[in-house]
């Protein structure tokens, strides 16, 4: 199912959209009340064709891809 851009329009996706690459952050997915407890992602890029966010997962030297619009909290860490 192909996704339209006025679906990659919460409050999520929209901090996505400022975020700078090379951001350190955690995110929970929807319908969990967890992050990805000591799991740090780097964010790199949003594909807002498709809502789909690339971070770098640095502890095992990976890419992974998330769909913002099933993000349900992010934290944000500032980079030194």
Same mark, same amino acid.
């Given at each position: 199912?192909k996704k339209?851009?006025d679906e990659?329009?919460?409050?999520i996706? *929209?901090?996505f959209? *400022?975020?700078?690459?090379?951001t350190?952050?955690q995110?929970?997915?929807?319908?969990t009340?967890?992050y990805?407890?000591?799991?740090d992602f &780097?964010?790199?890029c949003?594909?807002e064709? *498709?809502?789909c966010?690339t &971070?770098?997962?640095?502890?095992?030297?990976?890419? &992974?891809?998330f769909?913002?619009t099933?993000?349900a909290?992010?934290?944000?860490?500032?980079n030194?």
């Open positions: 199912m339209h851009f990659c329009d919460t409050c996706c *929209k901090l959209r *400022k975020l700078e690459t090379g350190t952050i995110i929970a997915i929807d319908n009340d967890e990805f407890e000591n799991e &780097v964010f790199l949003l594909d064709r *498709k809502c966010i &971070v770098n997962r640095p502890q095992e030297d990976s890419i &992974v891809f769909d913002c099933r993000i909290g992010v934290k944000i860490f500032e030194d």
